[in-house]
């Protein structure tokens, strides 16, 4: 009996060792971690901002495995946010409470005032840029992302942002195909300006082509896309020599007054700001404005959720034209990037940058890319079928992306754009003359940016 | 003390502390943002020092020497017998030998170059992460690294061989701290901006026209279900509480149905040949109709509601003399309800000159203060610059100094109110108790 005892006590115990053995051996190669990735102004179409963090997410438990380990990640994805306002504000104050996703899809211009509040930390503090997928993401795109000589973040797409003209009512206002087929490279070249549009677009309502108000039809909000038409009356938004922000104040009442001009012509409407954007989108794809410009992206929307069968049948895209011999033809390129948060393991952050840097990958960038639109951002996507099969976006980085400049990376280039687009605001429906308008600009960016803006 | 007054005080408790953390704890965070410079580049929490290219010209500006800048700029790793022995310890003795073997004495200008170096060797560390954390144990410099302390960054700056004098040194910590600082500017800067002022004109254009319709409406619509028989009176009365009870989004949507360019309005006018337009935001003017009905018609329902109990109120003895004398309707209202309706008509003023004060949920919803900001309010102003813009650059500081002035106006607003109402004789005690 006391022999069975003792043999009972004995295994037991072994058993108890064997369980406990293992589970700490478990512990030692098993790693739970959840992994929130937050995307802001993420329609359906780019779902692949999220999704390719699950790809990669895929791929890294399956080099894991391979070393001996189990990692175990799950992805949380956020992107029901109301506008780009509200993502920032969620993103920034998450952060201060400590609780910041882990990775965010953002612009590039949340960089310079993230990185100095330590919200974010550098990507290039934790992956290899000479290797694998980062060596061949294109220079300048990376460039975009870094801000003080440091790689803050990866870029996740670019695009830019053109002019459109509707085909039809071009030629009816008497512009020949061949013509309208020549119109990107006038534009480029300066032959073909703002002033023309103006006039082309003015003609169209008097032939009652188009309705009043739809001869020239702008993006219903603020956007990066109003820094364009200050560049093309020849603002430039930072001085490359002080690496300051740049207040040209001809240029900026020279982009106000095509604004009031194009309202007293009729061509664009008075109260167009705050137009619902549903309704911009189904006007422009279906023809009901001649001309308008809006972002490469945009294919997506109108070739899909509006029904526009045969895009370049219809529509013609050039560089925002020049605005008089001050200015040049431009566009700008605003691209996205994938940027790390601070957290308070720094495994965390290990694991969440080689996420971001899996993500990079030429073929599963190209899902977002076509699926969305938007232009790739690595040199081996036009290796890639899919990639280069696509018409729009072989013939968008071609037209467009070469000619495309960036907005500055600066602390303060948020309030500059901001009040920027107030004052457009408020002399676009006639509150006050442009010069007026010019003038609270200079004073309010004087008072609130001091000596970060040169004024000229 | 009695155990009576503690009872007392336990009583009251919850509503101190409803005071305490919704009004006391708010307004005294307010008070204290609005004096700094808080925004979302220098965070809530606190700063750093971190010497990089944009500090750099920041410390330029500042009036630094350009020698000393330059100095601080300069970004360096160097292979020398100090890095070697750390990366020994960390890294192995065969990794330190082959870094000393056939790197010593070697400079790079960046982390990158070194980086690269490191890894044509055969016993370097094999994960990317240890392969920069051993670059970093031969940097030389201090450009882009981030101390929490200004005792770390001075001590660094020292360590790397670079001279300061006292006042170098207190320029340095001062110029390139990436927090908050306290700061007066901000009532300085509102007072700048020619916005701002047009903004302050927006808010008593708010105040004055909502208020006025607001009470007119409610007014109106006392007297009018006054004179109705008593269930109807109930139905129109319930049907103007409506908007009161629905939720505000729902509410705006509905307006927004009536006005867009595609809307109600627009339908309608089309038939009699008038083009398409959005009706709440074609001009300044439209959007100052659509913001005053909006809030006048949610603002009546309180002021019907009030108003309407205070009739009640009224003698009925006192009508009924006044038929038998031969008065109007309009002469009871002018005579005999109106006079009996000031108090209330003075109290909805008051509240609701401070409540629209600091209300801007349906502007937002309606216009956002647009056209061109002739809609926006102060509250609404406030809220834009802490909290929600387009480029995200949230300015806590200046937003805080903004909800400030609103927290003084309206204290100094109760103060007014309270004297006019005179208030103690309200609270007086009755005369035929005396």
């Given amino acids: ?456 | 003390m009695r155990r009576a007054h503690l009872l007392g005080l336990g009583f009251l408790s919850p509503a101190l502390a409803i005071i305490l953390m919704l009004f006391l704890i708010p307004v005294l965070l307010t008070v204290m943002f609005s004096f700094t410079n808080m925004s979302t580049a220098t965070g809530i929490s606190g700063g750093a020092y971190e010497i990089n290219a944009a500090s750099l010209r920041k410390l330029a500006d500042a009036g630094a020497q350009e020698s000393f800048v330059e100095t601080l700029g300069k970004e360096s790793f160097v292979v020398d017998d100090a890095g070697i022995t750390a990366a020994a310890a960390a890294y192995g003795e065969q990794f330190a030998n082959e870094v000393g073997s056939q790197m010593l004495g070697e400079r790079f200008s960046s982390r990158r170059d070194l980086e690269r170096a490191f890894r044509k060797l055969k016993s370097r560390p094999r994960s990317t992460r240890d392969i920069k954390k051993a670059a970093n144990l031969f940097k030389r410099s201090v450009l882009n690294i981030r101390f929490e302390t200004a005792g770390g960054l001075v001590g660094a700056v020292t360590d790397n061989g670079i001279e300061m004098t006292p006042d170098q040194q207190e320029l340095l910590t001062k110029t390139i701290y990436t927090g908050w600082t306290w700061t007066s500017d901000n009532f300085a800067l509102m007072a700048q901006i020619p916005y701002v002022w047009r903004v302050a004109g927006n808010t008593v254009l708010y105040v004055v026209l909502t208020l006025a319709a607001s009470v007119g409406l409610g007014l109106f619509l006392a007297i009018t279900t006054f004179y109705l028989p008593s269930s109807s009176a109930t139905s129109f009365r319930a049907i103007w509480f409506l908007p009161r009870i629905l939720p505000n989004v729902i509410f705006v949507l509905m307006w927004k149905w009536l006005a867009w360019d595609t809307g109600f309005l627009s339908s309608l006018f089309a038939n009699f040949g008038v083009p398409p337009r959005n009706w709440m935001l074609d001009t300044g003017v439209n959007a100052w109709v659509f913001i005053v009905l909006i809030n006048g018609i949610v603002g009546a329902s309180l002021g019907m509601i009030l108003f309407g109990s205070a009739i009640k109120s009224i003698p009925q003895s006192m009508l009924h003399a006044s038929e038998v004398d031969g008065a109007s309707r309009w002469q009871q209202i002018c005579y005999i309800i109106l006079p009996q309706l000031r108090w209330p008509i003075m109290f909805i003023c008051a509240y609701s000159t401070l409540s629209l004060l600091t209300s801007f949920e349906y502007i937002l919803l309606s216009t956002d203060g647009g056209p061109g900001g002739a809609t926006e309010v102060w509250s609404l102003m406030a809220f834009h610059t802490a909290l929600d813009n387009y480029a995200g650059n949230l300015q806590y500081g200046l937003g805080a100094a903004m909800a400030l002035m609103l927290v003084i106006v309206g204290i100094l607003a109760s103060l007014v109110y309270l004297r006019i109402f005179n208030f103690n004789d309200l609270v007086a005690k009755p005369r035929i108790e005396q």
């Fill in chain 1, 1 to 456: 009996m006391t022999t069975l005892v003792s043999k009972l006590r004995q295994s037991t115990a072994a058993a108890v060792l064997a369980v406990t053995a293992a589970s700490f051996a478990g512990d030692a190669f098993a790693k739970d971690l959840t992994i929130t990735v937050w995307a802001g102004g993420t329609n359906d179409s780019d779902v692949y901002r999220l999704d390719a963090i699950e790809m990669a997410a895929d791929m890294l438990e399956r080099e894991y495995e391979i070393l001996g380990e189990e990692l175990n990640i799950t992805v949380e994805k956020k992107r029901d946010f109301a506008d780009w306002a509200a993502f920032k504000q969620a993103v920034t104050l998450a952060a201060e409470a400590g609780d910041a996703p882990n990775i965010v899809v953002t612009s590039h211009l949340d960089i310079a005032p993230w990185s100095q509040a330590g919200l974010i930390v550098p990507v290039e503090d934790y992956v290899d840029m000479d290797a694998w997928p980062l060596n061949n993401l294109y220079d300048n795109l990376v460039e975009i992302t870094s801000y003080n000589d440091v790689v803050y973040g990866l870029p996740q797409d670019a695009e830019s942002r053109p002019f459109f003209f509707w085909k039809d009512t071009m030629k009816q206002l008497g512009y020949s195909d061949a013509e309208i087929e020549a119109l990107p490279a006038k534009v480029e070249s300066g032959e073909y300006t703002l002033a023309n549009v103006l006039e082309d677009a003015k003609k169209a309502v008097e032939m009652e082509l188009v309705e009043e108000g739809y001869g020239f039809y702008p993006r219903v909000s603020n956007g990066p896309d109003y820094a364009q038409f200050y560049q093309s009356f020849g603002g430039e938004l930072l001085d490359k020599d002080t690496g300051k922000l740049l207040l040209d104040k001809q240029a900026m009442t020279d982009f106000y007054q095509f604004f009031v001009d194009a309202v007293e012509a009729k061509v664009t409407r008075k109260n167009h700001i705050g137009t619902e954007w549903d309704q911009w989108y189904a006007e422009v794809a279906s023809g009901k404005a001649a001309t308008w410009h809006g972002g490469t992206w945009h294919y997506a929307r109108y070739t899909g959720k509006e029904g526009l069968d045969d895009f370049f049948g219809n529509i013609q895209f050039t560089l925002i034209p020049a605005g008089n011999e001050n200015g040049r033809a431009n566009t700008i390129t605003h691209p996205l990037a994938y940027l790390l948060t601070a957290q308070d393991d720094e495994d965390d952050v290990e694991i969440a940058a080689q996420l971001i840097k899996i993500a990079s990958e030429p073929r599963i960038n190209t899902l977002h890319a076509i699926k969305s639109a938007h232009l790739g951002i690595a040199r081996e996507q036009s290796n890639i079928e899919l990639y280069a099969n696509d018409r729009w976006a072989a013939e968008a980085t071609e037209r467009l992306l070469g000619q495309a400049n960036a907005q500055p990376n600066h602390t303060g280039y948020g309030q500059f754009s901001q009040i920027m687009f107030k004052g457009l605001e408020t002399a676009w429906t006639g509150t006050r003359t442009p010069a007026e308008a010019v003038a609270e600009v200079e004073a309010e960016m004087k008072a609130t940016l001091g000596d970060e803006v040169i004024i000229r």
